[in-house]
């Protein structure tokens, strides 16, 4: 765990500091695996106070996919609902043009 969060806070900082892009990508966390959900938007959130406070460009957007509709009402929050790799086949084909 320590070695995660240490990881966590070098990206995090990295965005902010560096004007980064950041993509969560959540796959298949639906409701029964809340935990997962939870650290996805604890690193949105940590990303998205610190950029408040930045003007380095950076952006932290997450994005989820899962077949049943989940969706809590974030900002910059991304919710697909389908198969993730039905999904992420149409996402990589759009990607190509």
Sequence with gaps: RHRYQAWEARVEADVVKNGRKLVILELGCGKNVPAVRDESE??????????????????????????????????????IYGKAEESLNQIDALLDG
């Design 42 to 79: 604890e690193v949105l959130n940590d990303c998205l106070s610190g950029l408040a406070e930045s003007k380095s460009g950076g952006t932290a957007t997450l994005i989820r996919i899962n077949p049943e509709p989940h969706s809590r009402g974030i900002a910059h929050t991304i919710s």
